[in-house]
Each structure stands twice: as structure tokens, then as C-alpha cells.
């Protein structure tokens, strides 16, 4: 069962480089009957990857999505950014372990995928890992209360 509270929509977005990845991964969120707001870019021509975090970030800092996915080619510029919003704590995962230390050690509540880096298959068994795994709590909850400026 899921840590996230999964009637609310999952936020999703990317920008040209994550762009093939985001299609195969809300295959996967469609094929699992989850709710989704995708927003965008929905085609392979170039755009600024801020303006896709952001809204990302802005929904689940908001309380109105689960949680948010994040791609674009390295992950660096949509982890940035998300994580300048308060009460974001967005991580850059390539593999699956990382994924789930993620949510474990440091409640993650967005995932950030380098496309460009991500073998066929992986980014979904992260999606999978991060959204299934729960926060440890314990001495990681005192750490992640330090992470707010």
C-alpha cells in the first residue's frame, strides 16, 4: 500500500529530454487506474524545464497532488527548481536503490528522473519503488526537519 495519499492526482511534467520517458511513465499510471495531472510539454521541441517544475512542485506543495515525478535529460534543472518551493524535498534517482533511500531516509516527495541516464524500464520500477515505500521516520525525520531554510 501506498505512503501517499494516492486519491489525489500524481503531478507530472518534463521538459524535451524527459519527454519519451513521461509517455511511458503515465502508460504506467493509466495502466494502474492512478489520476494524473500532466503538465507537459507534450512534444519533443524545445522548452525551459522551469516551466514545467515549477507547476509540479507548485500542486504538491499545495496539497493538490500525491506526489510529483520530474524529468528532464540529467534531472539537475527540475531538482533545482522544485526544490526551491517550500516543504519540497525533490530527488534526483538512477536507480532503483536510490529511489527507495529516498523515501526512506529522506521523505521525498518528488521524484526527479535523468532521462538521458535511465536504462528502458528502470525510471518504471522507480516509479513503482518510490511510490510503495514508506518513510522510515526515527533519527532521518530529525534530518529532514533541518533541511527548511
Not at 51 to 75: K, T
Request: glycine share 10%; proline share 3%.
Amino acid at each position: 500500500m501506498s505512503p501517499f495519499n494516492l486519491k489525489l492526482p500524481i503531478a507530472i511534467g518534463c521538459d524535451h529530454a524527459g519527454f519519451d520517458c513521461k509517455e511511458d511513465l503515465i502508460s504506467v499510471l493509466e495502466g494502474e487506474g492512478l489520476s494524473f495531472t500532466d503538465f507537459g510539454t507534450y512534444n519533443k521541441d524545445s522548452v525551459d524545464y522551469p516551466d514545467f517544475a515549477h507547476p509540479v512542485a507548485n500542486a504538491v506543495e499545495r496539497g493538490e497532488a500525491a506526489f510529483g515525478i520530474l524529468l528532464c535529460g540529467s534531472a539537475n534543472g527540475v531538482a533545482m527548481t522544485a526544490n526551491k518551493h517550500k516543504g519540497i524535498r525533490a530527488a534526483i534517482c538512477w536507480g532503483e536503490e536510490l529511489a527507495e533511500l529516498a523515501r526512506k531516509h529522506n521523505d521525498a516527495n518528488i521524484i526527479c528522473i535523468p532521462a538521458r541516464f535511465v536504462r528502458d524500464g528502470t525510471a518504471e520500477k522507480m516509479l513503482d519503488i518510490f511510490m510503495n515505500t514508506e518513510f522510515e521516520g526515527g533519527r532521518h525525520e530529525r534530518r529532514v526537519e533541518k533541511i527548511a531554510c
